[in-house]
């Protein structure tokens, strides 16, 4: 479930259904437009994310609020809790534990110099000077243990 819908575009929300992974990328809407597009891998884009969930269940009615998980998460929305308490504990990501720090594209109004990154661990965005990953993020949740990696543009 997306608790905090204020979603900066880069954002890779995540689902389950019917035993196969899904993914939505958060994108800035299309010219003319408002706000963010919500595109799934087959390129389809859907102004929110219900409408994105929805085609990805046939046609069905879903929140999509509750149906996407942030990448990342422990559990994407979408599984029932009798299905995670049947599915036995396993590491994702070889061991390397959650991502928590992600690098998002740099947008229309970034500065040189300069590089955005979302924490979702308290699911905020935040410009930096410089390319290189902080140490933490303006919370204070430290890099240690958190990992990075680039979102697709």
């Not at 990501?93 to 500065?111: E, H």
């Not at 303006?138 to 979102?151: A, C, K, Q, R, S």
């Amino acid at each position: 479930m997306i608790e905090n819908r204020n979603l900066l575009v880069g954002t890779r929300l995540v689902a389950n259904y019917k035993k196969q992974a899904y993914v939505c990328t958060v994108e800035a809407a299309g010219e003319g437009e408002e706000g963010v597009a919500f595109v799934l891998e087959d390129g389809k884009r859907f102004k929110s994310p219900s409408a994105a969930g929805s085609a990805v269940m046939g046609g069905k009615a879903v929140n999509g609020w509750r149906f996407w998980s942030l990448e990342g998460e422990a559990q994407a929305a979408s599984e029932t809790d009798a299905e995670a308490e049947a599915k036995p504990a396993r590491a994702k990501g070889g061991g390397k534990g959650k991502k928590t720090i992600y690098r998002v594209p740099p947008g229309p109004n970034l500065g040189e110099g300069k590089s955005r990154w979302f924490c979702v661990a308290c699911m905020k965005g935040f410009v930096i000077d410089g390319t290189d990953a902080p140490a933490a993020c303006p919370e204070g949740h430290p890099m240690e243990d958190l990992h990075t990696e680039e979102v697709a543009s």
